[in-house]
């Protein structure tokens, strides 16, 4: 397993947890669920974005 690790660059601990977090899944369902967090992380950043912008139009209004 060490060799195997070291000829894609990774440590045995990477292999392991990936294999323990992808280890059922089929190469077309990893590759869903990876394009289903990166759209979760573009929607965090646009929900903390509006917050912002929400938090400041309320201060802003309070000064009025």
Do not use: H, P
């Not at 060799?3 to 323990?20: H, L, M, P, S």
């Not at 967090?37 to 509006?50: F, P, Q, S």
């Amino acid at each position: 397993m060490a060799e195997v690790a070291r000829q894609f660059g990774i440590t045995e601990t990477t292999w392991y947890r990936w294999k323990n977090q992808y280890g059922g899944m089929k190469a077309q369902d990893a590759k869903r669920l990876k394009e289903l967090e990166a759209e979760n992380k573009r929607l965090k950043t646009i929900v903390a974005d509006l917050t912002l912008d929400n938090s400041m139009l309320k201060e802003l209004a309070g000064n009025f």
